[in-house]
């Protein structure tokens, strides 16, 4: 083998074995699947009640977390899963007007995202599930020429409260994240 390509076999190799060991880096915003999303003010719900028409239906979770369905009024919505909350409606239901209730809790619209600062187009975009930075600015217009492009600062409610965190692009956004891209130093 000549020398040359002895010296490339093995670099291709040694970049090999980098890659082999080498884990992943995990993503900072953190694996979001859609069941484990929790429902704040803004998203809208699609309840069905097997059999019970006047039960089924679109309801929006209001500002106070809250969703009023009939026969079992004001339910808190906000910080729980779908998953859970079909519990708490069919426990309510079952509690004190039908045997063994059959709830579903899907979301049909979750609140949007809001991208803001420099990019082509700020303004507030629909929440898709696995949504990321980054895809979040490409759908704003992508990056201005003075955008700071290493990381950005996000605002994300918790328990009704806003935070403020820091994200690399490649980490995912929740509904409800206002994402800031800011000017970088010239």
């Known amino acids: 083998?000549?020398?040359?390509?002895?010296?490339?076999?093995?670099?291709?190799?040694?970049?090999?074995?980098?890659?082999?060991?080498?884990?992943?880096?995990?993503?900072?915003?953190?694996?979001?699947?859609?069941?484990?999303?929790?429902?704040?003010?803004?998203?809208?719900?699609?309840?069905?009640?097997?059999?019970?028409?006047?039960?089924?239906?679109?309801?929006?979770?209001?500002?106070?977390?809250?969703?009023?369905?009939?026969?079992?009024?004001?339910v808190q919505a906000r910080g729980r899963t779908a998953e859970s909350l079909e519990g708490i409606i069919a426990a309510a239901l079952r509690q004190n007007y039908l045997r063994n209730p059959d709830v579903t809790?899907?979301?049909?619209?979750?609140?949007?995202?809001?991208?803001?600062?420099?990019?082509?187009?700020?303004?507030?975009?629909a929440y898709v599930a696995g949504l990321t930075v980054q895809q979040a600015v490409a759908i704003a217009g992508g990056f201005t020429p003075r955008a700071r492009q290493?990381?950005?600062?996000?605002?994300?409610r918790v328990d009704g409260r806003p935070v403020p965190i820091r994200l690399e692009l490649l980490d995912l956004v929740v509904p409800g994240d206002t994402i800031t891209i800011g000017q970088r130093l010239l």
């Open 150 to 156: 290493g990381f950005v600062e996000v605002v994300r």
């Open 1 to 74: 083998m000549k020398p040359a390509r002895l010296i490339s076999c093995l670099a291709a190799l040694a970049i090999l074995a980098a890659c082999a060991t080498t884990p992943p880096a995990p993503l900072g915003g953190g694996p979001q699947p859609a069941a484990q999303l929790l429902l704040d003010s803004g998203d809208q719900l699609r309840i069905v009640v097997l059999d019970q028409a006047d039960l089924t239906g679109t309801y929006v979770v209001d500002e106070s977390g809250r969703i009023a369905m009939p026969l079992v009024g004001q």
């Open 105 to 125: 809790v899907s979301v049909e619209t979750w609140r949007p995202v809001f991208v803001l600062g420099e990019v082509g187009a700020p303004g507030q975009y």
